[in-house]
């Protein structure tokens, strides 16, 4: 793969890596088109593109939280580093399970434990209480597996398919 400089640039909301044909930035979300279109409301131009579904969506369909936007049906996702938590539970082979299966699929899923990761919750890229440090009934203490952002919907997918979330 040879990339040229054009083919890349820094979003100038995140500073992630961003291609030249990409319409949004994969990493916050951030819109790199002008006048595109909501999903929901055709009329309305859309402020961002939600980093799990990849679908634009307007200030009432969707908003930023965090570092991320999300459209209002991801907007209670837990997200850490790009990385959403799709499924949550103290046993630890169990999260192994969930992990592995979510490998195979040709995911790339992490598990992340609270005890083991060295981080400050409420940093500004955290929003397991949603930004807002606001606890909303998410459980801290859990083994969280998390995949990123874009492969939230297969990932569920799959764990429905194992029976371990409805
Ligand atoms: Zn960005
Ligand atoms: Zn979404
Ligand atoms: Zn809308």
């Known amino acids: ?25 994969t ?3 951030e819109l790199f088109l002008e ?27 969707g908003g930023w939280i965090g570092r ?7 907007s209670g996702y837990e997200i850490y580093e790009e990385h959403v938590r799709v499924f949550g539970t103290n046993d630890t082979l169990q999260a192994e399970y969930a992990r592995s ?6 995911l790339h899923p992490i598990i992340f434990s609270r005890k083991a990761s060295p981080l400050s919750l409420g940093a500004p890229d955290y929003t397991l209480f949603r930004a807002s440090g606001d606890f909303d009934g998410h459980i801290v203490n859990e083994l969280k597996v998390m995949v990123p952002a874009q492969e939230v919907p297969e990932a569920e997918k799959r764990l429905k398919g ?5």
């Open 1 to 25: 793969m040879t990339l040229s400089k054009e083919e890349t640039y820094e979003c100038p909301r995140c500073a992630g890596e961003a291609h030249s044909d990409d319409d949004f930035c």
């Open 27 to 29: 990493h916050c979300g």
């Open 35 to 61: 006048q595109v279109p909501c999903s929901v409301h055709p009329d309305r131009s859309a402020k961002g593109a939600c980093i799990i579904c990849a679908i634009p969506f307007c200030p009432e369909c």
């Open 68 to 74: 991320s936007f999300l459209c209002n049906q991801h």
């Open 101 to 106: 299966c979510l490998e195979k699929a040709g």
């Open 162 to 166: 194992l029976d371990l979330i409805k």
